[in-house]
């Protein structure tokens, strides 16, 4: 199933890449765009995105690939992670 998702993943990638003109017009022009270069290169960086997300899943590494983006979410901790900053009460 992992292959199948990354798949569609990577080649629903190449055609946001591909048709990003016509994605762009049907979208629009939003004011945000325009900071990063346009719709047009909005939708490359999705598109860029997507493959990466598309090739992590293949391979099984997308929970690696994503941990550091993880890190931004408010609130997050990492599995296992220890935040008392003290020694670990292991009973008597």
């Known amino acids: 199933m ?3 998702l990354g798949l569609i993943g990577v080649v629903g990638a190449f055609f946001i890449v591909k048709y990003r003109e ?15 270069g346009g719709i047009y290169n909005v939708l490359i960086i999705v ?13 099984g590494t997308s929970d690696f690939f994503f941990r550091p983006l993880l890190m931004f979410i408010p609130g ?4 296992g992670s220890d935040t008392s900053g003290g020694v670990p009460f292991e009973g008597f």
């Not at 016509?22 to 990063?36: F, H, Q, S, T, Y």
């Not at 997050?76 to 599995?79: F, K, L, M, T």
């Open 2 to 4: 992992n292959i199948f």
């Open 22 to 36: 016509r994605l762009g017009d049907m979208i629009g022009d939003p004011e945000w765009a325009g900071k990063v």
């Open 47 to 59: 598109g860029i995105l997507i493959f990466f997300w598309g090739v992590a899943t293949m391979t």
């Open 76 to 79: 997050y901790r990492a599995p």
